[in-house]
């Protein structure tokens, strides 16, 4: 059992995740207090806002503050914008939403980036100071290291959903919220406070509102969608990732050709598992508790071209980035030239989003070199692809996607041309059914996850249908037998979110 400690505690080494027997005994404990309360509708938020700084705080520690914050901030400038009288008074309430919250992520995200920059360049020797653990050492008699600046968990997730709140309020699109707990509910909210989807205000403050409402089959889908997001998470992505990927990409030159390219195709079926999977058990939690959020991911590796598979892999910041950066910088509206360089340094900005560091910068520049090129192909060629042309164009965009990963997950770009040289100069092709042989079971379970996701979506629907419709001791056994086979199959070091560090 857990001590008092480790429940109401911080632990660095062990922050909490949804894939913890700790997270199960709190939620399971949270949800008895919250049929309780349910049916009022106040009590029932502020219920669960108050569970939710309380995750974020089990999350990310001292950075609890930094969430309150931004809250308290976007709050009070979501109504500066409405009351302002003038359009320069709106203006400026917009500019110190954006300059707080962009000021924060760029300050903890790009601090170091931007200090090793100047150094570099000016032959200096600066360091970055953590001014926040300054001020805690001072004011509070704290011991933290002001020249370590960790990422708080989530800050470009709740940065970018409180910024569409105050974007939407200067465009009309909404009214600010009249309740700070209701607001700050919003922004805290915890099944996607720390890794999305990104919940836009629009989409969720009305939902605030309503009394609560679970169908049977709201419940069978929610259940259905937590297993599927813990086999995603520790079955595959977490086995893939420890007894493979993560020992290829940390020493390329320790592995063939053939092993580096497999590594390439691991990496792949790995980052979609962990986060899609983290997508589906917060949907599934948010749907438990009678909160409907947005789909993050549609089978994106199906996708047929590099714009089909943007509207299919996270979505919430796809469709963010396009509304607030590419539409706020032109769209196409302004000519072709024009649009094709806004698709290009939207997707620059959204690979900076991920990191401050080169292989980021690539990462995103390719994607939007792929997006504009895609646009000059889809204007100047026509070409009527049948069955074959349809499989050939998935086949082509699935490998453009997986080599940009190879930037995503590598230590460095230095990483990536080793793993490319030894693809090209030393696949060993006489080594292919020993390797095979020795890691058979990653294999299988990387096809595992490859055939799962192409299945027909009619398939995977039906199946979903069965689990909801099915009895109730049915789903019970069914979810017992996951949750235990999930958590027999976790690594002695439970594995973050591939998106926490983000």
């Known amino acids: 059992m857990f001590s008092l400690d480790q429940l109401f505690s911080y632990s660095e080494k062990v922050p909490l995740l949804f894939n913890q027997y700790l997270f199960l005994f709190l939620f399971t404990a949270m949800f008895a207090g919250f049929t309780l309360v349910h049916k009022n509708v106040r009590l029932r938020n502020f219920y669960l806002l108050v569970f939710s700084l309380f995750f974020y705080y089990k999350s990310s ?37 954006l300059a707080a919250n962009l000021g924060l992520l760029a300050f903890f995200k790009y601090s170091y980036f931007i200090v090793e ?12 100071v953590n001014f926040l653990a300054a001020f805690a050492n001072g004011t509070f008699g704290a011991s933290f290291d002001i020249h370590e600046i ?7 997730f709740y940065t970018f959903q409180t910024l569409s709140y105050s974007l939407d309020i200067y465009r009309n699109k909404i009214k600010p919220c009249g309740n700070i707990f209701d607001f700050a509910f919003f922004v805290s909210f915890f099944p996607q406070l720390v890794a999305g989807p990104i919940v836009r205000a629009s989409e969720f403050l009305p939902q605030i509102k309503r009394p609560y ?8 889908i929610a259940i259905f969608l937590i297993m599927a997001g813990l086999i995603k998470k520790v079955i595959i992505s977490d086995y893939i990732s420890v007894n493979f990927v993560d020992r290829v990409f940390d020493t390329p030159e320790m592995y063939s050709g053939f092993m580096n390219l497999m590594a390439v195709y691991g990496y792949s079926i790995q980052i979609y598992c962990d986060f899609s999977g983290y997508s589906d058990m917060a949907i599934g939690l948010a749907a438990l508790l009678g909160f409907r959020l947005p789909i993050n991911f549609n089978s994106p590796y199906k996708a047929q071209n590099i714009a089909d598979f943007w509207r299919r892999w996270h979505i919430s910041l796809s469709t963010w980035l396009r509304d607030y950066l590419y539409i706020s910088m032109g769209g196409n509206r302004k000519g072709k030239w024009k649009t094709y360089r806004n698709l290009f340094i939207t997707m620059l900005l959204g690979g900076l989003w991920h990191g401050a560091a080169v292989k980021f910068i690539i990462w995103g520049g390719l994607h939007g070199l792929a997006l504009a090129l895609h646009r000059v192909w889809k204007k100047y060629v026509r070409i009527n692809y049948g069955a074959v042309g349809k499989v050939v164009s998935v086949i082509i965009t699935f490998h453009f996607v997986a080599f940009c990963w190879m930037y995503f997950r590598a230590s460095d770009v230095a990483t990536v041309k080793a793993m490319l040289s030894n693809i090209a100069t030393d696949f060993n092709f006489s080594g292919i059914f020993s390797r095979v042989l020795a890691y058979w079971k990653v294999f299988a379970i990387m096809l ?6 192409m299945l027909p979506s009619n398939l995977k629907n039906r199946i979903q249908w069965w689990f909801t419709e099915s009895p109730i001791y049915v789903k019970v056994l069914i979810f017992i037998l996951v949750v235990f086979v999930t958590f027999q199959a976790t690594s002695a070091d439970i594995q973050p979110f591939i998106y926490f560090q983000f």
């Open 117 to 128: 920059t100047i150094n570099s360049t000016f032959g200096l020797d600066f360091k970055a």
């Open 213 to 220: 409402y679970l169908s049977k089959s709201g419940f069978g």
């Open 448 to 453: 595992v996850g490859y055939v799962i996701h």
């Open 150 to 156: 960790l990422l708080p968990v989530g800050i470009s």
């Open 61 to 97: 520690g001292f950075y609890f503050f930094l969430l309150l914050f931004s809250t308290l901030v976007d709050y009070g400038c979501g109504f500066g914008i409405y009351l302002a009288k003038k359009k320069w008074e709106k203006k400026f309430y917009l500019i110190l939403s």
